[in-house]
């Protein structure tokens, strides 16, 4: 599967919008893009993912470049409960080896009051 | 309620114990995934299994062993081999575990294994 790129950390004030970037130059034709999210001590959840068309879901929104090299997860108003490491993930479609996801070290999300 | 479950929350061993740590899921999935977390770092693959009676090694196999007799379990036992055991463990499982259509993986809370 390729690789994805994210910034380390990110920072945003309580009930404001976060834009959480991811760069896949490698991206295949076939490679989802997922985002997952994990709170402190718990298990990652799932946020969402698309394939080239920008997705929309109760969590969050899924922007998807024109060359899907890059893509940007949205929370349009974050909340204290937002913060957590947010993981993309690419994931090759026609892969045999089931579903196991390649998490990176991830973006960890602080929400300031 | 659906979910997974695994036990215990927090576990400790002395060194050169092996240990099994459980997975048990409800949501009637096919396949079963155990990863590995060490602080700051991010999701590694142990073991997968696609379906019952049936498993792959993933990224970090050695030192680690599974099986899968039933579909709803998946025990991970960390033996002796395994160098550096102390991490939190997460085993999470999808519908299924190949074919074309997408399925989000569920995660149960995770086993906190501290080898002493």
């Known amino acids: 599967d390729a690789k994805t790129t994210q910034p380390n950390s990110m920072e945003s004030n309580e009930e404001e919008p976060v834009h959480l970037p991811c760069n896949h130059s490698?991206?295949?034709?076939?490679?989802?893009i997922h985002w997952y999210r994990q709170l402190p001590s718990q298990g990652p959840e799932y946020v969402i993912h698309g394939l080239t068309s920008n997705v929309n879901n109760r969590m969050a929104s899924l922007a998807i470049a024109e060359d899907r090299k890059s893509s940007t997860l949205i929370l349009h108003r974050a909340t204290l409960r937002d913060a957590a490491v947010y993981y993309c993930i690419l994931r090759d479609v026609l892969s045999n080896s089931g579903y196991a996801l390649n998490f990176g070290k991830g973006t960890s999300l602080l929400v300031t009051p | 309620d659906g979910g997974i479950t695994q036990s215990p929350k927090y576990l400790f061993r002395k060194e050169g114990q092996n240990v099994t740590l459980s997975c048990e899921q409800n949501?009637?999935?096919?396949?079963m995934y155990w990863y590995r977390q060490d602080p700051g770092q991010g999701l590694r693959l142990i073991y997968y299994s696609q379906i019952v009676n049936d498993f792959q090694k993933g990224d970090i196999a050695e030192g680690y062993s599974v099986s899968r007799e039933k579909k709803e379990s998946f025990p991970l036992t960390v033996t002796s081999a395994q160098k550096n055991p102390t991490a939190f463990y997460l085993c999470?499982?999808?519908?299924?575990?190949?074919?074309?259509?997408?399925?989000?993986?569920?995660f149960g809370p995770g086993t906190r294994l501290t080898v002493l």
């Open positions: 949501l009637n999935h096919d396949a």
């Open positions: 490698t991206i295949s034709g076939t490679d989802y």
């Open positions: 999470a499982s999808s519908i299924t575990g190949g074919g074309s259509s997408y399925n989000e993986q569920f």
